[in-house]
């Protein structure tokens, strides 16, 4: 796809003289529901970061008082400190090993049109499709099947099973945009096979793969269903250990902690914003 | 094609094949085996089990309807969104598609967490209705099947919105020109020309936010309470409560295939509507 | 240009960050096996006491990390089940008495050493078992909103009273407090351990006056909270919990007499570390451990024969130990033969 897709212009008012009452009517009514819509989207957000400030025992909105001691809190508390480190560890590894792995696949997968690759194609995609719960407890038995218990290289494993199509689709969306007669030229320079794609696809789809890997690293840092059946109480990770908090206790400390993910997730997709130009990715 | 690709896929591939297709197959064979270790051979009793009790059938059917409902509302709120987000200006159209994906990258439990807080009977947004004047008493949002919809919409929205954009974005702007040029007024223009253009990915987020609204355990679960029970957690208690892994299988097997069937009709629509077009 | 070299600069980078990341998994492994005890625990009350009174007073005795999971008895036999014959997934099981019967059933704890556990003999005799002792009591009544029902409710059978319509709570049956309430009102409304006919139709006369029926006993604590429900059969402890974080909520003990069971600490059959398991289960037996574990917010029923009975405990329950032992238990032999058939019949009828 040669064609630049660039932002579409915002359609000047239409070009008659008054806005018909349609095209009035049509734009509230989309302005409305996208305006529902956006607080929708991130009011959770704001009330969980108001109420993990709150200065009582108890999570209610709108918080009484105002204080950190929730987040002091947190410092003594070593579980879930554990759980977090096991979650931070698990989901690097998962990145780095969904780069490596995806990155190649995402080339072919863009350059070739053969069969197999599109199978490949198909068949990578599907952790996004299917039941994630199903494969988690799938995963459990195979690996009781062979004798093993799980542990966290295995949970590695499942997690780069899942993240795997959020690298793919960014780094292939990077590959298609990119101008073939670069690569043309730089063969007919002389470069070879590896030396171009060092040089030249690589830099090339680089943004792309960074916004996969963000997106990876998060799905897998977020992970549920599959750490729900590979992970145990002696490989706690966060989002289970959160889960149980929630479910089973009345801990203003799980509101901080949440507060805290919050914070770190924003400032990350600063970040990726600015490196990996995230939006322009997922678009 | 100066080197063949194929062979790049074969790590990745090498990991499928034994980290997914393998360990699929072995829930197949388990959801499939009679007697403890399979040895007695195959049976379905399984699966007549699962699909002869109206009970079962009834948590596999509101299961669907719950990702049906939220795919609605997701597509009912998303496409206004990346329809604003289409026309805006670069800078802003970076700042749309920001908050839109915020939610889906603040953790998932973090999210839920919030929504208990804002749906309770004393909650934000019964307060807030009840400062309206909206309602006269609090309605019961959370343990409900429409709490449950209206988190998991959240929840999955950037699913709907960004398949949408993506195509809306590089739909060509003269055509709705051209239709309005000839006299049809903006809805006509919306219904007839942008909708059946945008119907690609419009069936893609459809697609995802339906995928990933049914498997949501801990939204579920956590939003929806006991009295609602669906597939995940009825898995998650036959397999780890119950301990009843060959039927725990069964059931994920049936579920997996209710939901290939769905995708694949959905993708069927979607064939048929490119060729309508 | 500039860009290519950032680039390899940044591949340099990913890379060495590959091969620090590859020192800190193992790392992070060895952290987890290393003399490091993995202890079950229930919600509310009990996972706050151990935390902040059990594990800090273990952790004196000696120089050991714990990890306490929060886990409901029923699923700790079914994780200690599916884990038979491997490391079991926690070294240290809470239970109350049906899962006891279970567990010893199929061989997934272990004899208690009575004789390596120094306050195991201080124990009044009630709660001695060879299993694992008895670390306290748990007791079920009826609890409410003070602020929402101005006069406090007396029988189980206000829970029917229409004006408490969408406000009434539940819990599943996969806690004992879900099922001891069954069995308490199959009791009252004439039913026998055979024929469950007569609480399941009362039940189902309460559906429309459920609020919210929790998954699982922890949930409740939110449903408190956030007020979603006013009146329902409660423990005791939890009661005590919620009130001291500023939940209005109290308890009471309906007019036909409260509900209580014992609830024992036991060491996992096959666990790596059994020395640290009865450690840490001996320190729960420690008077000053039992004392402080009496203090609000927790009001846990003391064991340990050193500690005299005080707090609300004794106002709101029972004066003295042996009042305590004459509390109505629950014939749990009985129950736990039918609970699958009970669970799976409350799951379908009490549905929306």
Known sequence: MSEQTLVMPAPPLPRRAAPSFEAWSLRCVFGVLAALALVFLVAPTLVILLTSFTATESLRFPPEG????????????????????????????TTVLCVLLGTPAAIAIARSKSPWVRACDVL??????LPALAFGFAALIFIHRLGLRPDLPLLVLGHVIVCTPFVLRTTIAALTQLEPS?????????????????????????????????LAFMASFDNVPVSLFLADERTEVLPIHLWQQIENNLDVRTAAASGLIVLLTLTLMVIAERTAGLTRQMR | ??????????????????????????????????????????????????????????VLGSTLLLGAEATLVCLLFGFPVAWVCARAGARWQSVLIFLVVLPILTSVVVRTFSWIVILGRQGLLNQILLGLGLIDAPLKLLYSEAGVVLVLAQVQMPLMVLPILTVLSRLDPNLADASR??????????????????????????????????????????IGGARLLYLPLFIYQQAVGANDWPFAAAVSVVFMIAVLLVVVLLNGFGRRYEKHV | MNERFLMTRRELLMAGGAL??????????????????????????????????????????????????????????????????????????????????DAVRQGLIAEYPAA???????????????????????????????????????????????????????????????LAFLAELNRLRGGSSSDFEPAFRALRELLPALGAVAANLGAFATLWQQEQIDIAPYNFNFVQTLKAKGVPVEFVVPETGAVAWHTSLHVVAGTTVPELAVQYIDTHLDPLVQAAMMQPPYDVIPTNGKVALAGAVTQSVAKTQDALAALRGVDWAVLTEQRSALIERFNREIRV
């Open chain 3, 20 to 101: 620090a990341l590859g020192a800190l998994l193992p790392a992070g492994r060895a952290r987890a096996e290393a003399g490091k005890l993995v202890a079950a625990t229930y919600p509310g009350t009990w996972s706050e006491a151990h935390r902040n009174v059990l594990k800090p007073a273990f952790q004196k005795r000696v120089d050991a990390g714990v990890t306490q999971s929060i886990i409901l008895g029923t699923d700790q036999v079914a994780r200690l089940a599916a884990a038979k014959g491997q490391t079991p997934p926690f070294d240290v099981a809470i239970f109350d008495p049906p899962q006891v019967l």
């Open chain 2, 181 to 222: 040029a000839l006299g049809a007024g903006e809805w006509r223009t919306l219904w007839r020309v942008t909708l059946p253009l945008v119907m690609p990915g419009i069936i893609a987020g459809c697609i995802l936010s339906f995928a990933a609204s049914i498997t949501a355990f801990v939204t579920q679960t956590l």
């Open chain 3, 116 to 178: 390596q556990s120094p306050h195991y003999a201080e124990l009044l005799p009630v709660y001695q078992d060879r299993w694992g002792p008895k670390v306290s009591m748990q007791v079920i009544g009826l609890a409410y909103n003070p602020e929402r029902i101005r006069t406090p409710p007396k029988r189980w059978d206000d829970l029917w009273d229409p004006q408490y319509r969408g406000r009434v709570g539940m819990t599943a049956l996969n806690s004992q407090l879900g």
């Open chain 2, 1 to 58: 094609m100066a080197a063949p690709r194929a062979p790049l896929t074969l790590p990745l591939t090498a990991l499928f094949a034994a980290g997914f297709v393998a360990p699929l197959c072995v829930l197949l064979m388990l959801s499939l085996a009679a007697g403890d270790d399979g040895s007695a051979g195959l049976t379905l009793a399984q699966y007549a089990r699962f699909l002869g009790d109206r009970f079962n059938l009834s």
């Open chain 1, 182 to 214: 670069l690569l043309d030229a730089s063969r007919s320079l002389g470069a070879s096979e590896w030396t171009t794609f060092r040089r030249v696809t690589l830099p090339l789809i680089a943004r792309g793969i960074g916004a996969g890997a963000f």
């Open chain 1, 124 to 129: 990578f995609m599907s952790p996004l499709l």
């Open chain 1, 66 to 93: 105002f204080s950190l001691r929730w987040y002091a809190a947190l410092l003594d508390a070593d579980q879930m400190q554990a759980a977090a480190w096991n979650s931070l560890v698990v989901a690097l590894w």
